[in-house]
């Protein structure tokens, strides 16, 4: 039996909660007004970088550089199993938006421990010092403290952390003065959005890519070189920075007595050939044109909407109460694990949750891929039960949340035997007995070697 359908047969209730449904609706009030656009903190930290890469969406990355990215993307996602082993982990890839300050404004920040943010960052260099986390990396740490004003559970102490050959570098930085940050945040916000509607980036500071390889600079658009140098000396009015050298100790020593042949995500279960193409090397094919739809942004402005208004309701998990759960880990798996309180009145019932926006008309029926993935998020912590909050723009951005029980031994079970095929595929190089990915992914792969096209076209 397929692994979608192990969790299929292991669904022991799916009903609808709608006590969330009205809880979320009244809350955000969705259907009185339109969903706002946002930027994004790196938007904040990049002006220049933001106005021309709307400006010029179809300008590319320079090869060099996208593989760069690539590379800290893959870095990122490795570091998920070092973080986890901290004392007070309470979550990675955390969406933050700036609904308490009044911006629209979201950020991912890498990694939460208790509710201090950390903002992680790989790097090619020699050494890192304290001097250059004011100079070199000023926008590294910009980034940090929009993250930390941003914090609905604002807390002084949080945390940069880089990685650079092998070796960690912390700097707790403690910010004393929350309002100055707040104040850069709407200036920098004003600033985008008129060159927007203006076409005017004459007040806008020098790109932190000048001279890095930037593509606009390529492409000869970009005026960067005559624009001022940025200046980053409000930070120290903000916030002070001393290096952690115990956190550096303990990751380190995580790092070096932890390394693993095998890293997996909660999504390779359900893309289990996706994984083994990734993870084997296959080359890729060529975007048809490197554009990202507009479908996407909007979505995503949904998205980021809706978390947003669950973390300032009565249904918001604290970061402690987050750290806690997350003490229970039964897979080697690492997830972006979200959680809400699904009954105000017992504090023993927050349960992970997931938030899906889907463009379809009808609501009877969702996904499979949505079950097995709260299946596997609920695994991962041993939790019996957990929430689908999906939202339907087309249907006036109705919302109905989904509240599913598990036989979650059988789904246990089920995710490690799934782990086990897994290794041992890419031990032994054989794809096809792994499960194929869904009809949709496999529609849109783009790897050149695709096992599941390749069974389908033979015919299984």
Not at 10 to 34: C, G, H, W
Not at 155 to 180: G, M, W
Request: glycine share 4%; with cysteine.
């Amino acid at each position: 039996m397929s692994f979608l359908r192990e969790v299929k047969s292991s669904i022991l209730s799916d009903t609808e909660n709608t006590y969330i449904s009205r809880v979320l609706e009244d809350r955000i009030k969705i259907k009185n007004f339109d969903i706002p656009e946002y930027l994004y903190v790196t938007d904040l930290i990049n002006p220049v970088r933001s106005y021309f890469t709307r400006k010029y969406p179809e300008i590319p990355l320079p090869e060099n550089v996208e593989a760069r990215m690539k590379n800290g993307e893959e870095i990122h996602f490795l570091a998920r199993q070092w973080f986890e082993q901290l004392p007070g982990f309470s979550g990675s890839e955390v969406i933050l938006t700036g609904a308490d300050i009044g911006l629209n404004v979201v950020g991912r920040a890498d990694f939460m421990l208790y509710n201090s943010i950390v903002e992680f960052k790989t790097k090619h260099v020699d050494m890192i010092d304290l001097e250059s986390i004011y100079s070199v990396y000023s926008s590294d740490l910009e980034q940090l403290l929009f993250y930390a004003a941003m914090n609905k559970n604002f807390t002084e102490d949080n945390y940069l952390v880089f990685f650079s050959d092998e070796k960690f570098y912390v700097y707790k930085v403690s910010v004393h003065d929350r309002a100055i940050i707040e104040d850069e945040m709407v200036y920098r916000f004003s600033l985008i959005t008129r060159a927007m509607e203006n076409g005017d980036i004459g007040d806008f500071p020098r790109c932190s890519y000048f001279g890095y390889g930037c593509q606009f600079s390529e492409a000869q658009v970009c005026p960067c070189h005559s624009l001022r140098h940025s200046d980053s000396s409000w930070i120290s009015n903000v916030a002070t920075v001393e290096e952690d050298y115990g956190m550096e100790s303990r990751l380190q020593d995580i790092y070096e007595h932890g390394k693993s042949t095998i890293d997996l995500r909660f999504y390779d279960l359900i893309y289990p050939r996706k994984y083994y193409h990734k993870i084997t090397g296959d080359s890729r094919n060529a975007g048809s044109s490197g554009q990202i739809p507009d479908s996407y942004y909007e979505k995503n402005n949904i998205k980021f909407f809706v978390l947003g208004s669950i973390d300032s309701s009565i249904l918001n998990v604290s970061g402690t109460e987050k750290a806690n759960i997350n003490k229970v880990s039964t897979l080697p798996l690492y997830g972006d694990d979200r959680y809400i309180i699904k009954n105000i009145y017992d504090e023993n019932t927050i349960v992970p949750y997931l938030l899906k926006i889907n463009n379809s008309k009808y609501t009877n029926n969702i996904p499979d891929t949505y079950y097995s993935e709260l299946a596997i998020t609920c695994a991962r912590r041993n939790i019996k039960e957990g929430l689908i909050v999906v939202v339907y723009p087309k249907l006036e951005k109705t919302i109905k949340v989904h509240e599913v029980k598990f036989d979650i031994d059988k789904i246990i079970s089920a995710c490690r035997t799934s782990i086990e095929n897994i290794e041992t595929a890419v031990a032994r190089k054989t794809p096809e007995i792994l499960d194929m990915c869904p009809e949709f992914a496999i529609k849109s792969c783009d790897f050149a070697s695709c096992s599941c096209r390749k069974e389908i076209i033979k015919g299984r």
